[in-house]
Structures are given as C-alpha cells and as structure tokens.
C-alpha cells in the first residue's frame, strides 16, 4: 500500500494514536531535524560545481537507502506523535504546543529559511499550512477527533518574519453536529501577522 491508497480515515488516525514515543523514535525526529537544517542551508547557497556533484551523490545515496525500507502509510512514524513537540512532520515549521485544551491552544513557532517567500517574509503558503496544522489540532481537541479542513481562510496583515519566535493561539469558536468552526490568530511580538478561519468536518466510519 501507497500513499495513494487509503483505508477508513476514523480506524487509520486510531491505530496512529498509539504511538510510543522510543529512543528509535527520538532518534528519528533528529533526523527530521538534520532535514529542516539542510533545507534552511540548501535555500541560501550557491554552492560549487565540485559541492554539487558531491552532495547530489550523498543525497542520491541517502534516498536509496530510505526507498528500500519505505512502508505502507498506516505503518510509518512519518506524521505521527503529537505530544508538545508536535508531530513528526516537514510540511511546516516545527509546532511547539505549550498549552492544549479542548476549546484552545497556545503554540509557538520559528520558521527558517527555507519557508521564505519573497524579501524576508514567509511564504503565504505555509502560513497557511501552519494554519491547516495548528487548526486541525483543535478541532480534535483533546480526545483526538478526527476531522478534515472543509476550508480555511487565511488573511496576511503583515509580513510574517523567518527565524524569530511566532506565537499562534487557536479556539474553537461553535459546534455545529459534525462541524467545528475554529479560529487562529499567528503573532510575531504585539504584531498580528496572519488570521485564519475554518471549518473542520468530524469524519464518519467509511469516509477516507
Ligand atoms: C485521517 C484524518 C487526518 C486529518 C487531516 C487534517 C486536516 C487536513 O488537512 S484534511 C485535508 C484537506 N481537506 C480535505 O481534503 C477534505 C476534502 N473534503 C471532503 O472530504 C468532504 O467535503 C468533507 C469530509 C470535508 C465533508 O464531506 P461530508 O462528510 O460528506 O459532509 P457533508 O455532509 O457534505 O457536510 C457536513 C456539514 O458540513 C457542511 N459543509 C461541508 N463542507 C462545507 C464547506 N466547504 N463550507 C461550508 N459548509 C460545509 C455541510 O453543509 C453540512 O452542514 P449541515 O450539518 O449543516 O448540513
């Protein structure tokens, strides 16, 4: 099985809650920390033809490796934990949850270089992503919901900075049956950056 196939979305998102976070597991979520070092490094030089070959060698070599052990979905760590460090995950900037309670959450944030859109801002895309994740994380609260973004809003009101400490702060604003209607606010200091609004369906059995 790929990621292309699926299985029932409620039965996949149980089976990933029992994660047992291991010294095997910490020792992966380093590595997935050498990766976000490498990208913020690989965005921000032109490195020499010598460098080049060399590095696209090692990489081409470290990719071997990984395929040759790459597993069906429902039985990787990739997109698992969820603890304060948040899950294990490249798609955004790590996500450190200070506070999680079952209609908020305070997080925080800092996101490198390689999330840079354009003259020092972040990319307007990962602002929103960060949204996706932050919000997604509420609406399953504390008793993990499994639920998936109907839509998301996101409205810039200033450039949201790289490598400074981003504050993000969810609610959840209604609860509509099966729909929960959250909001999120991105700070970087007094400065509101980015807002969003969403509504996150809580999924049935059967759907994926
Ligand atoms: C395994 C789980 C992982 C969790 C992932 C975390 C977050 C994600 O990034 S998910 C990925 C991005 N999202 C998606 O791919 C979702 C794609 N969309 C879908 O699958 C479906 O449209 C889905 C599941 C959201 C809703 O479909 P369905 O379950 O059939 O709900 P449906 O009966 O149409 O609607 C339920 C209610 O929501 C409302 N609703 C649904 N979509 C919307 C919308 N876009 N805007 C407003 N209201 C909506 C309906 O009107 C209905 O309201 P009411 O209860 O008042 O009648």
Redesign the pocket.
């Given at each position: 099985m790929t990621s292309v196939d699926f299985v029932d979305?409620i039965a996949?998102?149980k089976h990933r809650q029992n994660f047992e976070e291991t010294e095997h597991t910490r020792a992966y979520r380093e590595m997935l920390a050498a990766v976000r070092g490498f990208q913020n490094a690989v965005v921000q030089a032109n490195p020499s033809p010598e460098q080049l070959e060399q590095m696209t060698t090692s990489l081409q070599q470290m990719q071997a490796m990984l395929e040759a052990q790459a597993l069906p979905e429902v039985e990787r760590w990739y997109g698992r934990g969820g603890g304060r460090d948040g899950k294990l995950q490249l798609v955004t900037p790590q996500l450190i949850f200070e506070e999680v309670e079952d209609d908020r959450i305070h997080a925080h944030t800092t996101a490198g270089e390689f999330y840079i859109g354009m003259n020092g801002a972040m990319h307007g895309g990962i602002v929103a992503t960060i949204f996706?994740a932050l919000l997604?994380r509420m609406a399953a609260g504390t008793q993990g919901r499994?639920?998936?973004?109907?839509?998301l809003t996101t409205e810039y009101k200033a450039i949201t900075p790289l490598n400074q400490r981003l504050d993000l702060v969810a609610k959840v604003e209604s609860v509509?049956?099966?729909?929960r209607f959250v909001t999120g606010q991105l700070w970087h200091g007094d400065t509101l950056c980015a807002t969003a609004d969403a509504?996150?369906?809580e999924?049935?059995p059967g759907?994926?």
């Open positions: 979305a996949l998102a996706d997604g499994v639920c998936r973004t109907a839509y509509e049956r099966r729909k509504l996150f369906i999924m049935l759907q994926q």
